[in-house]
Nanobody, 121 residues
Framework: QVQLVESGGGLVQAGGSLTLSCAASGRIFRINAMGWYRQAPGKRRELVAGITSGDTRNYADSVKGRFTISRDNAKNTVYLQMNSLKAEDTAVYYC???????????????WGQGTQVTVSS
């Protein structure tokens, strides 16, 4: 199994910045992609940003130019630098990893427990 532990959430004023981190551990053969999703109250979970092992990145339109995703493959860690935060960015942010636990195994989808980000206006 793969465990994901997020950190870095909190309360910040609009216009401020936060950096989220997510470290993967456990039985890991290869992590194909990692990403961040968020879910606001009453809304569906949505992709915020993703990054592949080849460093291809994609972002939700709502965060382009403000958020940056990066990855340290040696540490199995993904980061989300969030700048110019808005009240509408308030949500629980979840880390996701698409990974294999063995060379012959199937690709699994793993989730962290979530970290709250609250942006006050």
């Amino acid at each position: 199994q793969v465990q994901l532990v997020e950190s870095g959430g909190g309360l910040v004023q609009a216009g401020g910045s936060l950096t989220l981190s997510c470290a993967a551990s456990g039985r890991i053969f290869r992590i194909n992609a990692m990403g961040w999703y968020r879910q606001a109250p009453g809304k569906r979970r949505e992709l915020v940003a993703g990054i592949t092992s080849g460093d291809t990145r994609n972002y939700a339109d709502s965060v382009k130019g403000r958020f940056t995703i990066s990855r340290d493959n040696a540490k199995n860690t993904v980061y989300l630098q969030m700048n110019s935060l808005k009240a509408e960015d308030t949500a629980v942010y979840y880390c996701n990893a698409v990974a294999m636990t063995t060379a012959w195994g199937i690709v699994g989808d793993y989730w962290g427990q979530g970290t709250q980000v609250t942006v006050s206006s």
